[in-house]
C-alpha cells in the first residue's frame, strides 16, 4: 500500500501471517476471509487465499475459495514451483481435503502438460499425484514405436519428464506411458523394396530414442537408481547405462556409478571372445575345432555372449573382418565415448565452459580409469594392423593415449607394442585428387596431438588493500558507513574498539537501501557494543530520530533485527506498527512469525479490540507509518485514544 491508497482494514501481509496460524473460527480468520471475499482478483487476494488453505482453511475450505484458486492460478502464464506462486496456490487447492474429485479432474483437464508435471512433483499428496496419472493416462495414445515425430511432438509422458522432482507415482506411470522401442520397417512395396531406405528410417527412430532417454537421464538426476531398476530386462536398460557412463557420469551416484561402469567393462570379454574365435577361422580352423579351443570360455559365457559369437561365425551375415578386430575397436569406441568423462574428469564441462563438480569422488574416478586402462592392455595384445580404407584419425590413438595415461607402471611390453600401434597410426599425406577441409585438417591435427603426447610418455614414463578513509569516528555519517566495503568497515571497527557510538551508526548503516554484506553481520556488529540489548532497544524506541528517511529504510532495520535470534517482545514492540507487520516473514510478503505471536496474544479473542486493531492509523508512509507497535496494541486492547507519532529529528 502506498500513502495515496485508501485504508481497507488491516495490512494483507498481516492478515497473510494471521491466517497461517489463526483458529478456523476466530475473528482473525473471519476477518481473513471476509477480505478475501471481497477483494477483486489480484496477487494479494491469491496470497492470502494460499495462507488460508493452508493454514486455518486447512482441513475445510468453501468451494468458492478453491475454485478462485484454480482459476486465477490457471489463468496465468507463469509454471514456476515455489511459494506464493501461481502453480503453488493451484497446487494446494487441488490437493485439500475439500476439493471434490470432479472440481480435480476438471481443473487438471485444462492443464498444460508444464503445469501437470509442475502439478505432480514429490510433496503433492497420492490423492493428487494419482489424478495427475489418470489425467496423463487420458491423454493417449501412448506406447507407439519411437520415432524423429515423437522426439519434436512429444506425448504428454515423455513432456512431463521434462519436470525433475516429480512424485513417484507421476514418475513410474509416465515412464510406464513412454514410446516403445523403434521397429524395423517393413517393405512397403516387396517387388520395389528400398532396404537402405528402411534402413535409414531406423536408424534415425533409433537416434530419436536415444536422445529421448538422454534428456530424461539428463533431467531425472535424482532417479538413476530407479531408471536402472524399472529398465531391467528391457530394451532401455542398455540405452540408460550408457547414458549414464557417457553423458551425465558428474551427476550419478558414486556407487551406481561404479557398478554401471564395472558391468560395461564386463562386456568387453565377449568381444574378445569374438575376436579369437574369427582369428582361428581365419587362420584356418573349423567351426567345430574353434569351439573346441574355446570350450572353457564357452561354458561361462551367456547366453548373449553365444548369439552374438555364433553371428559372428554365420558365413552368411559376412561379420569375420569386423570380428578380426572386435575387443580393439570396443576399447576405441569406449575411450571417445561412454568412457570419454571418467578419463578425462577435468575436460567434462557444461555449454557455459564450466567445469562439472562430480558426485563421485576423485579417487574413485582414478581407480575407474586404472580400470579401464587394464582392459585397453588386453586389447593391446590383440591388436593387429587391419588394412585401411580411410586415413588414420584420433580415434585410432585415443584409447592408447588413456591406457598410457591410467596405467601405474608401464611393463617393458607395453611400451614396445605401443610403439608399434605409433608406427602403423602416421598422418598420411593427401593424394593429388584429395581435397582439404575444416574436419579433415582437424582431425590431422589432433592425431599429430596424440601421437605426440604418446611419443613424451613412452620417453620418459617416470615422468587487502585499504582503498578508502574515513577519518575520525565521531564525524563519520551511517551514510558514509553504509557505502564502504565489508574489509573496509570490518578494519575500522577493528581499529577503534570500545567506540559504543560507532557500533550504533554501523547498526543504522544496514537499513539504508543497498547495504547488504555477505562478510559482516548485524549481529557480529552487535556483538561489539558495550550494552547490546540496551542499545538495540533504545535506537528502535528512537529510530525516527535516529534513521528517519522512508519506508526502505524502516523496513530495513526491522528486518536486521528480526533475524536477530531471540529477539526480544519490547524491541518488537518498539518497531513502527506498519513495518513490523509487513516484513520479516519466512515467505514473501508475510509478517514475522514472532510479530503475529505477539499481536494474537495481545488481542486474544476480543472482537471489538481486533476491530479497533484493523481501524488503527498506523501507516506505510508519513508521520503515521512511524507509531509503535506496542502503542497501537494498547490502545487497540484498552479502547483508549490513538497515540501520537514519535518526534523526528
Known sequence: MTAEEP????????????????????PPARMAVERARNLPESGARDDLILALLSGALGSSAPEWMLQAAIDSGLGKEEIHLYDGSPMSLVATALAHASCSDSQREEALGRCSV?????LGREGCGETLAMAVVAELSRRGPHGQPMSPHLLEHPRAAQAILREPGLHDLVFLAALDLLPGFPEFPRP???????????HKTFTAAR???DTMWERIVSVQTGRHRQLITWAKDTRADHTIREHLLGTVPW???ASLLEEVALDDLAGFDRWVLITRACRMLRDGLSKPQVRDHLSAELESATAADLRDLESFMDDALDLHDYGLHSA???VQSAA???WRHILNPSDAKSRYGEPHTWRAPDELLVALGRRFANVAVEALDLWEAEPKHTRPGPRDLRWLHAMLVHLPDLTTDVKAKARIVLQHTRPQPRKAWETGGFATDQRDRELADLRAAIEGILGDPAAAARNMALGDPEHVTVQRLAAVPDDVLDDYLARHPGDDELVEKTLLAFASRGSYRPKIHFADVLKRHSAPKAALLQITVDLRKRLGGGPQLREGWARQVLQLPNCSADII?????WTALTVGGSQRGTAHAAVALLVTTALGDDEEAWTRFADSPASYAGPTAWLRLGDILAAAADGAAWPKPPAGR
Open 7 to 26: 485504508r481497507t482494514g488491516l495490512p494483507i501481509e498481516f492478515l497473510r501471517t494471521i491466517a497461517v496460524r489463526a483458529e478456523p473460527d476466530s
Open 114 to 118: 508444464p503445469q501437470l508435471g509442475v
Open 188 to 198: 512397403k512395396d516387396p517387388e520395389g523394396d528400398d532396404v537402405l531406405e528402411r
Open 207 to 209: 537416434e530419436a530414442w
Open 251 to 253: 551427476d550419478v551416484e
Open 328 to 330: 580393439v575397436s570396443w
Open 336 to 338: 571417445e565415448g561412454t
Open 573 to 577: 514492540r518498539a518497531l513502527p506498527a
